[in-house]
């Protein structure tokens, strides 16, 4: 088992910036993808960004693009989201996840292996 432990979400107004972190311990983090999904009241969970094992790929929602950077430590067994130019609609909790695979990353939550218990994100307007 991997066990997964986000931090840093909080209360901010539109415009601000948040950036979370994600533990993880139980598993070698080097070997697995990582990820971000999010999920708002009401609706389903939804893919956010995406980071290989070596972080040589990344991927990102388009509601995101521009705005949001994933990255990794592997010494440290964390995972980033860094959320710049935050909006009223990114609004939601956020889950970070884990996936043991080399190839691709996913963009669907039934691929995912592992998820942390999330972190609350508010952007008032």
């Known amino acids: 088992q991997m066990q997964l432990v986000e931090s840093g979400g909080g209360l901010v107004q539109a415009g601000g910036t948040l950036r979370l972190s994600c533990v993880a311990s139980?598993?070698?983090?080097?070997?697995?993808?990582m990820g971000w999904f999010r999920q708002a009241p009401g609706k389903e969970r939804e893919f956010v960004a995406a980071?290989?094992?070596?972080?040589?790929?990344?991927s990102y929602a388009e509601s995101v693009k521009g705005r949001f950077t994933i990255s990794r430590d592997n010494a440290k067994n964390t995972v980033y989201l860094q959320m710049n130019s935050l909006k009223p609609e990114d609004t939601a909790v956020y889950y970070c996840?884990?996936?043991?695979?080399?190839?691709?990353?996913?963009?669907?939550?039934?691929?995912?292996?592992?998820w942390g218990q999330g972190t609350q994100v508010t952007v008032s307007s």
């Open positions: 996840s884990a996936v043991d695979r080399r190839v691709g990353l996913p963009t669907s939550q039934a691929m995912w292996d592992y």
């Open positions: 139980g598993r070698t983090f080097s070997r697995y993808a």
């Open positions: 980071i290989s094992w070596g972080s040589g790929s990344t």
